[in-house]
């Protein structure tokens, strides 16, 4: 199974929904691969990964590259989840066959697109993630959207909309509403998330 997740916006919480969901798919039991698009998750996942390359080289490195070069690049991070690091980002245009090599093998991989990669170059039956704000313009950005997407919106204190105007600006209702939570935060900044998952996230599971 293959979980994409992406905004037409940064800022809005998608590394952390991104890792909070393959935290869970590999809690539960199922190995699973997480890959940084976006260039956040070493540290909210508290890895030190160094000047190591990632899948942007494998992108960059042209099509004579083998496949099994993928698996060389991931890094174990906790039982049954891997980490394939962002690398030097370059050569976008082959995310398609990133997309295809990654499913090959049964596992589920989630995906942290960020706002540049978005969800148009995964392979069909994957399921995309949108991940929002209640954010007047993050939701303008976003368009009207397929109706397949699972939308999970963050909720904020003294913000003017709620969750249900973001689905109908976009046209489908939240999938998950998550609360604002300052814990969050607190274990994102010390590298925590994966050890200590706020009980806010818990409602996130991977899509059926």
Sequence with gaps: MLVVCWSPKGGVGTSVVSCALALRSAADGTPTLLVDLA??????????????????????AGDDVPIDALAALEVPVAERLHLLPQGELRAMDRLPVFGGLITARSRCVVVDAGNECGSSWAPPGHRSVLVLRTCYLAARRAGVVDPSTHLVVIDEPGRALRPSDIGAAVGVAPWVRLSSDPAVARAVDAGLLAARLPRSLRPLTVPS
């Design 39 to 60: 260039g956040d998750q070493p540290a909210i996942l508290g890895v030190d990964v160094g000047s190591c390359e990632g899948v942007g080289d494998w992108l960059g």
